[in-house]
């Protein structure tokens, strides 16, 4: 998948270090594979950045330092961080490394960004409900890196202050290592099961039951129609989330995004988002069938 991307016209690809992203073990990478992948990365000119985009037990701080040691040893430079006490604690390490403060850090305005700044972050991610008036001010107040997700999954409530699933996924337990594991939570390592996205009922203060099969609204992220904005604004990373998709949809979302960045760069004042419509609905179609079927999977499994 990292060669896809790349290969499709990434300019960055972002791995999971296994146990310390947001997403579940078969999604994230193990240390060979990232310096393996890093190495790939090199050759072609781009760069692959590690995630380590959980909230570590303080216990797990001295495995956090390790494993970054060893992807340092390994050549890695670039990180994707949510814990401020991390970032500060691998930039004094290693002064060189580059850091991002992740979508998990719910950054949401000009003084959020300050912050992981000074932690040690030149890039923030915005988080998916950011307004585009908010994403001018971080750039000219804050003065820090700005990525912005398109194509991401929704969220009902701010991305990385969702504790959702942790109620439905209870177990908690400690390996041999002494890594914490919280299943049920993606802030610690954990799972998404994008509950939200279930059918609710709606009940009365008095228990009373009002009504059942009711969506949470759910409908905010940025898509094509944005990215000229977005490039104006002076946006430095337009991301595209894929972990969980087909090796082939990741190929032809990110040459889609590719070429219409490009066009866009090329001739900003000429630019029309009208032509390039109807590919961007065939991607969207392929991505939502694709979704659909995992989170009823996620759902299924969160109550079974
Ligand atoms: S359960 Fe829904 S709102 Fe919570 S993190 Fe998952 S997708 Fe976002």
Not at 40 to 61: D, H, M, Q, W
Not at 181 to 198: A, D, E, K, Q, V
Not at 254 to 260: A, T
Request: with cysteine; glycine share 8%.
């Amino acid at each position: 998948m990292v060669r896809v991307a790349f290969d499709h016209g990434a300019d960055a690809v972002y791995v999971g270090a296994k146990g310390w992203s947001r997403r579940r073990a078969q999604y994230e990478m193990e240390d060979p594979q990232i310096a393996e992948a890093a190495r790939y990365a090199r050759s072609v000119g781009k760069i692959l950045r590690v995630a380590f985009n959980t909230l570590p037990a303080s216990s797990e701080a001295p495995l956090f330092l390790s494993r970054t040691d060893a992807l340092y040893e390994a050549g890695i430079r670039d990180f994707i961080l949510t814990d401020p006490g991390l970032m500060m604690a691998l930039k004094n390490r290693h002064p060189d490394t580059i850091l991002h403060a992740s979508v998990g850090c719910t950054i949401i305005n000009v003084q959020d960004a300050l912050f992981y700044k000074e932690a040690g972050a030149s890039q923030v991610v915005a988080e998916c409900r950011m307004d585009k008036d908010t994403m001018r001010k971080i750039k000219e107040e804050a003065r820090v890196g700005l990525e912005v997700l398109v194509h991401a999954t929704t969220c009902y409530t701010l991305l990385g202050r969702c504790t959702m699933s942790s109620y439905v996924r209870h177990e908690h337990q400690v390996d041999a290592e002494g890594k914490d594991h919280f299943p049920g939570s993606p802030n610690r390592g954990g799972l998404c099961y994008r509950i939200c996205l279930s059918d609710w009922d709606r009940v009365s203060g008095a228990g009373v039951l009002e009504a059942s099969g009711v969506a949470l609204p759910n409908t905010a992220y940025f898509l094509a129609d944005d990215i000229p904005d977005l490039i104006d604004l002076g946006v430095d990373t337009i991301k595209i989330q894929g972990r969980e998709y087909s090796p082939a949809l990741v190929g032809e979302m990110v040459r889609f995004y590719r070429e219409l960045i490009d066009a866009c760069v090329r001739d900003r004042a000429g630019f029309r988002m009208e032509p390039w419509k109807e590919r961007m609905a065939g991607i969207v179609a392929g991505r939502d069938a694709e979704r659909k079927e995992k989170t009823a999977g996620l759902i299924r499994e969160s109550l079974g």
